[in-house]
């Protein structure tokens, strides 16, 4: 059975920083392209940053470049996000996703609507809450 289990969320005021994880099992983890996907309170679901296979290419969304950071561990079949310089528009539950052969924001428009079949493996996602 493939899981996704991300971790590392949590409240944090603005200007804060936090780190996520997700930690995968089932799968040979090393192979599969990943990406970090959040869903805003009452918004649809956003793509936010992209990682290949060997870590090597990244990408990210405009609203969070400079500011995150994609990272992964392929001995530890892990993937990070660091986020820094928190904003309250960064609220939001956060999902690692596996992609498919054709990274999603190479063929869409980064604010392009995401359906659950837009990617292959989805975690249960992590809670980051930004506030004072």
């Known amino acids: 059975e493939v899981q996704l289990v991300e971790s590392g969320g949590g409240l944090v005021q603005p200007g804060g920083s936090l780190r996520l994880s997700c930690t995968a099992s089932g799968l040979r983890f090393s192979i599969y392209d990943m990406s970090w996907v959040r869903q805003a309170p009452g918004k649809g679901r956003e793509w936010v940053s992209y990682?290949?296979?060997?870590?090597?290419?990244?990408a990210y969304t405009d609203s969070v470049q400079g500011r995150f950071t994609i990272s992964r561990d392929n001995a530890k079949a892990t993937l990070y996000l660091q986020m820094n310089s928190l904003k309250t528009e960064d609220t939001a539950v956060y999902f690692c996703v596996t992609e498919f052969a054709s990274p999603w924001h190479l063929y869409h428009d980064h604010h392009s609507p995401i359906s659950t079949s837009d990617f292959g493996y989805w975690g249960q996602g992590t809670q980051v809450t930004v506030s004072s």
């Open positions: 990682i290949n296979s060997d870590g090597s290419s990244t």
